[in-house]
């Protein structure tokens, strides 16, 4: 479990470089040595485990659709909406995983017991392959699953997806505390740190969608399986050996309370008149300040500055309950957050144009020829390695050469802001939609023109313009989700932060489809609809287009947004001196 006791600030100005003073502490619970703790000899542990979790989940994941169809038989639209339930419900956990690892357990403690739930998921997984009792059919060849493999199947996977939960939010909040953000070298090591973090994501990816998933379609999948289950063990034990690396944050109770007493206060005190200057707003005195960071005052969401007025100036602040009064830096946390509600819709549709690359781009895969080289094959699951390439090239690019040309052409530190790169990737979604629908248009009218063959005389090639840029795309629009979501929620809230960022594309699987089910009642009115028993009686192309259409539709909207946002401004001088947005995206 991790430490509860609380650091004390060395007092000593010259000791500033020698110690952590973040409110982070060490293994034994006391302050951190700098050169001890931290930094990249403590995240390379963290990324390790990283890169596991996501050769496991892409391993199983990309693969799923191409499971529930030869498997348990499902038709392609009770497949695609299972894969779009399990990948929600599983980028949704983490929303509680979170809320768990911040107010209770702590990052460290969550990573560790989400893991043991994953690793039991993929030890129930390799059992339902392999137990006979357990097994799909008592034979090679059945047209219906047995029942107990079913449950014991979606059970598995739901298990995986439990310990997603706790896993994705803790772990890389935990790897981005381990650095200080009051230092100015390691705020920029942080800033690179994200950007290597998914690196080390789409070398997990890459791998999961080529060896991984080429052992299941050669081999079979209770190897891959176990393979998996290794590979997860091993990392776990890597993970626990970094401990007495690791800084460490104790968990400070529920973040939502405090958010809960300003908007109480606010409620109670809204017939009071607001204070001729935001330096009368209440606030706690620096020297009793132990956790987290001042934050300046801004001009938005007025009325919530009412819950830092001060009623009775006689009785001392500190006594009055925190339903009634609350400092200036938790009313700037609510106000964090509500800004952040747009912002989370604006980016939906992003989510719903990348939601389509694990389940119908794999299975227009598997109807094209996938015969290359020396005449090996293909596994379907396996093009969307070239997202994963394309995210790969893309982060680095963007880390090893844009942003020192931008840090000097634009002088913010992160060359751009963090809504500019979302946004960057966002525009990157709508070309997506456009070559795919382009693309599954010329594959429809090689079907027409040629019934017996099918489109397996069109390679399956076409599809890597598309996945190339869905990669390139998601190196922009997820690594700055990430940083955003991290960034700019309270620093108690940073376990949920990466979780909503999560939540953005659980959110957006479970809106695919709802979509998927209004879009084909509604063209079914009309003729045989859009979603049909497979792809050559579909028509993916219109929906691709619809699906275009909306992002660019909300482009728009999210570029108003971006432009009048203001970031998160961390209080580094007195409240007075505090400039409104003067840090554009840097805290």
Known sequence: MEQRKVAEVPKDQ??????????????????????????????RFIIAIEFSERLSYFGIATSLILYLSKVLHQDLQTAVKSVNYWSGVTT??????????????????????????????????????????????????????????????????????????????????????????????????????????????????????????????????????????????VTLAIFTIGRPYYRYRAATGSPLTPLFQVLVAAIRKRNLPYPSSPAQLYEIPKIEKTQGRFLCHTKKLKFLDKAAVLEDKDNAAEKQSPWRLATVTKVEELKLLLNMIPIWLATMPFGLCIAQGGTFFIKQGVTLNRNIANGFEIPPASIYGIAAIGMIISVTVYEKILVPLLRKATGNERGISILQRIGIGMLFSV?????????????????????????????????????????????????????????????????????????????????????????????????????????????????????????????????????????????????????????????
């Open 14 to 43: 010259a000791d500033q470089e020698k110690w952590v003073h973040d409110s982070s502490v060490d293994l034994k619970g006391r302050v951190p040595l700098r050169a001890k703790t931290g930094v990249w000899k403590a995240s």
């Open 92 to 233: 949704l956990m983490p929303l509680l995983g979170g809320f768990i690892a911040d107010a209770y357990l702590g990052r460290f403690s969550t990573v560790l017991v989400s893991t043991i739930i994953y690793l039991l998921g993929l030890i129930l997984l390799t059992l339902s392959w392999f137990i006979p009792a357990l097994k799909a059919c008592e034979t090679d060849i059945c047209t219906e699953p047995r029942k107990v493999h079913e449950v014991v199947f979606f059970l598995s996977i739901y298990l995986i997806s439990i310990g997603t939960g706790g896993h994705k939010p803790s772990l890389e909040s935990l790897g981005a505390d381990q650095f200080d953000d009051d230092h100015d070298e390691e705020r920029k090591l942080k800033m690179t740190y994200f950007n290597w973090w998914n690196f080390a994501l789409c070398a997990g990816v890459l791998l999961g969608v080529t060896v991984i998933v080429y052992v299941q379609d050669h081999v079979n999948w209770g190897a891959s399986y176990i393979i998996l289950t290794a590979v997860m063990a």
């Open 431 to 587: 070309v997506v939609m456009v070559i795919a629908a382009l693309v599954e248009k010329k594959r429809l009218g090689v079907v027409e023109n040629d019934p017996k063959r099918s489109s397996l005389s069109m390679s399956v090639l076409w599809l890597a313009p598309q996945l190339f840029i869905l990669g390139v795309g998601d190196g922009f629009a997820l690594v700055g989700l990430q940083e955003y979501f991290y960034e700019q929620v309270p620093d108690s809230m940073r376990s949920l932060g990466i979780a909503f960022y999560l939540s953005v594309i659980g959110a957006a699987n479970f809106v695919s489809s709802w979509l998927m089910t209004v879009v084909g009642h509604l063209t079914r009115k009309g003729g045989p609809g859009w979603f049909g028993k497979d792809l050559n009686s579909s028509r993916l192309d219109k929906f691709y287009w619809l699906l275009a259409g909306i992002a660019a539709v909300n482009m728009l909207f999210y570029v108003f947004l971006a432009r009048t946002y203001s970031y998160k401004n961390v209080q580094r001088v007195v409240v007075a001196d505090c400039n409104e947005g003067e840090n554009d995206g840097m805290v």
